[in-house]
């Protein structure tokens, strides 16, 4: 008796490439996170950095809202320091500057000085109130 090994199967097909794209959304939702994640990361630096900047404007308006008008010879000196800060600001700010900076000069350069007076206070004050930080 012979055996036929010649029997047609009809329910096993050929090996078909199967295309498998799932590494390749995995890579790129992970490169999307990452770069939001830096994103984020960089905008968080930079804001805590411009928060915690030091701002001259603003220290020298302290200064001069703070500043111990009983010695005139060193009020002077630290408003005419402190208030060129702002003396370039606008003409009128460079005008107000000038005339506070003449009445200044008769409080300095010497050894006694007397009191600021009334007139040169108000001009001081009034060069406060236009400036902004």
Known sequence: ??????????DIKPIVEVQEYSLYYFLGV???VLLIILGSAFLIYKWLQK???????????RLLRTLDLSDAKKAAYAITNYGATFKDDSPRHSEMYANLHNRLEKYK??????????ETLGYFELYKEMCDV
């Open 1 to 10: 008796m012979q055996q036929n090994f010649d029997i047609p199967l009809h």
């Open 30 to 32: 992970s490169a999307f």
């Open 51 to 61: 928060r915690n900047a030091f701002n001259i404007r603003k220290e020298h308006m």
């Open 109 to 118: 350069y010497k050894k006694e000085v007397e009191k600021l007076d009334e």
